[in-house]
């Protein structure tokens, strides 16, 4: 199983950006699927975002579509998440997953085998 490790995380103001890492070890980063979800204070996980191993197509919640991308590259075994205009409502930890080999069902979160422990984002108003 890949190991994840997440970075970037920290408080910023409304309005402003941040961008998390999340570093996977291992030789074999390219046939997973990653996903990024996040967990408000006392709220479920959510889906964030998610990028698909064999075309590379990404798909958003709602909620953070237009201002939030993730992008990967395979050969620093990294993928990214660069979150723009940020809202108070975005403040919550932020977990990247991997998926070995599918490419469907990216948003649920129960569909991933290895998990990052987590990076703390803190939006200000």
């Known amino acids: 199983q890949v190991q994840l490790a997440e970075s970037g995380g ?9 961008r998390l890492s999340c570093a996977g070890s291992g030789r074999s980063f390219s046939s997973y699927s990653m996903g ?3 967990q408000p ?14 075309t590379g197509t990404t798909s958003y919640a709602d909620s953070v579509k237009g201002r939030f991308t993730i992008a990967r ?16 409502e975005d403040t919550a930890v932020y977990y990247c997953a991997a998926r070995l080999l599918l490419d469907y069902g ?10 990052g422990r987590g990076t703390q984002v803190t939006v200000s108003s």
Request: net charge positive; hydrophobic share 40%; charged share 15%.
């Open 10 to 18: 920290g408080l910023v103001q409304a309005g402003g950006s941040l």
């Open 73 to 88: 590259d395979n050969a620093k075994n990294t993928v990214y998440l660069q979150m723009n205009s940020l809202e108070p």
């Open 36 to 38: 990024w979800f996040r």
């Open 106 to 115: 990216l948003a649920q979160a129960s569909n991933y085998n290895s998990w």
């Open 41 to 54: 204070p006392g709220k479920e996980r959510q889906f964030v975002a998610a990028i698909r191993r064999s």
